[in-house]
């Protein structure tokens, strides 16, 4: 049975999750720094490229779901004992908006990883084209920990959207 519980167990568990978002962000920026200013070599210049990009994109995701799931937890607790047709008409239809963003997540970030092994294997040898070998290793490690992140992230919402299709139908 889907409870209130339930809905505050998510959103708990998102706003922590996007405290992780928000970690890999950061350390990819300070990553990219380090290899531009200190290290200062082509393949390090090459990573530093996606880990500032996508550490960048990370921590502000990280961020605005941070900063607005608590809010996001007491409207929906609220509505469960108030108003459970909002559950239906709002929460349901986000839900399954999310949902949708995360399998074209999956499969950008699969082809990002792809293209960056691919970028990485055909470089690697070549002395003179280093920045490439480490934009390809960058762009694979910024998208494999984008993606190991969003798959929890997807599996929680998996569990949230039945137990709140089950809770309307019942109500």
Do not use: C
């Not at 209130?4 to 568990?13: C, G, H, L, P, T």
């Not at 920026?29 to 393949?43: D, R």
């Not at 880990?51 to 929906?76: C, E, F, H, K, P």
């Amino acid at each position: 049975m889907f409870t209130k519980s339930d809905i505050e167990k998510y959103f708990n568990a998102e706003k922590a999750e996007s405290l992780l978002f928000l970690g890999i962000g950061i350390v990819g920026i300070i990553a990219a720094i380090v290899f531009l200013v200190v290290l200062k070599t082509q393949f390090t210049k090459g990573a530093a490229i996606p880990l500032a990009l996508v550490g960048l994109l990370l921590g502000v995701v990280g961020y605005t779901v941070y900063a607005r799931s608590d809010s996001d937890r007491i409207r929906n607790v609220y509505a469960y004992d108030m108003n459970p047709g909002e559950l239906k008409e709002k929460e349901i239809p986000r839900m399954e908006a999310v949902m949708k963003n995360f399998v074209i997540y999956r499969y950008t970030e699969i082809a990002l990883a792809l293209l960056g092994l691919v970028l990485f294997f055909y470089f690697r040898t070549n002395l003179n084209q280093q920045f490439w070998a480490g934009l390809g290793i960058g762009l694979f490690a910024m998208a494999v920990l984008a993606l190991f992140a969003d798959y929890f992230a997807e599996k929680r919402g998996h569990v949230y959207i039945k137990g709140l299709k089950e809770f309307v139908s019942n109500s």
